[in-house]
């Protein structure tokens, strides 16, 4: 009977430790978020953010998980110093009074094991909307460079300019912005 109790215990801490949440840190030289845009119908615009921090915490075992993410709004790279510094600029992400761009989320959707959704809220000049990711794919393994696990995802999103107090020129250029990102990040 003591060992039959022993072997419970001892299973009980193997479940919760597999089920226990992972948090994992950003890889920032590979989670660049982008976004596009239609320029006067002409043509589809593509500029995305280099520096990027944060962190994700998952349960998979649980089918929950949060992340916070940080994005510096002066790293936007339009491949045009002339225009980064346009959009930096009062009519859209005024980067001197807003340096930064957060996304904090404490819901994360599953079918099965695989991550569907992430619920949260983006805050962009000072105003928080809830937005909800699509996770196009994500997939969990160890690194076989870093020698750590690692997990990866896509998502999208679409949002509006206006939402955020940045619609200048809308119609003209598009209010909806198409959001991708891309993201890797390593256990910690």
């Keep these: 009977m003591k060992k039959l109790i022993a072997l419970t215990i001892a299973a009980s801490f193997s479940a919760a430790a597999f089920a226990a949440p992972e948090t994992y840190v950003l890889d920032a030289n590979h989670t ?18 280099d520096s990027v921090t944060g962190t994700i915490t998952i349960d998979r075992a649980a089918e929950s998980g949060s992340a916070d993410i940080t994005i510096d709004a002066r790293s936007v790279n339009t491949g045009s110093a002339v225009f980064n510094g346009h959009i930096q600029g009062e009519d859209f992400f005024d980067t001197q009074k807003y340096p930064l761009i957060t996304y904090k989320s404490s819901k994360f959707k599953f079918d099965g094991d695989k991550l569907v959704s992430v619920e949260g809220d983006l805050t962009l000049k000072g105003i928080t909307r809830p937005v909800t990711l699509t996770v196009t794919s994500f997939l969990c393994m160890p690194h ?9 995802a896509n998502a999208t999103a679409r949002v509006k300019r206006s939402d955020f107090n940045m619609g200048k020129y809308a119609p003209l250029v598009s209010d909806e912005v198409i959001l991708s990102i891309p993201v890797e990040s390593l256990k910690q």
């Excluded at 660049?32 to 953010?49: A, D």
């Design 144 to 152: 076989p460079m870093a020698k750590k696990d690692a997990c990866g």
């Design 32 to 49: 660049k978020p982008r976004f596009e845009y239609s320029h006067m119908g002409y043509s589809t615009q593509v500029s995305r953010f």
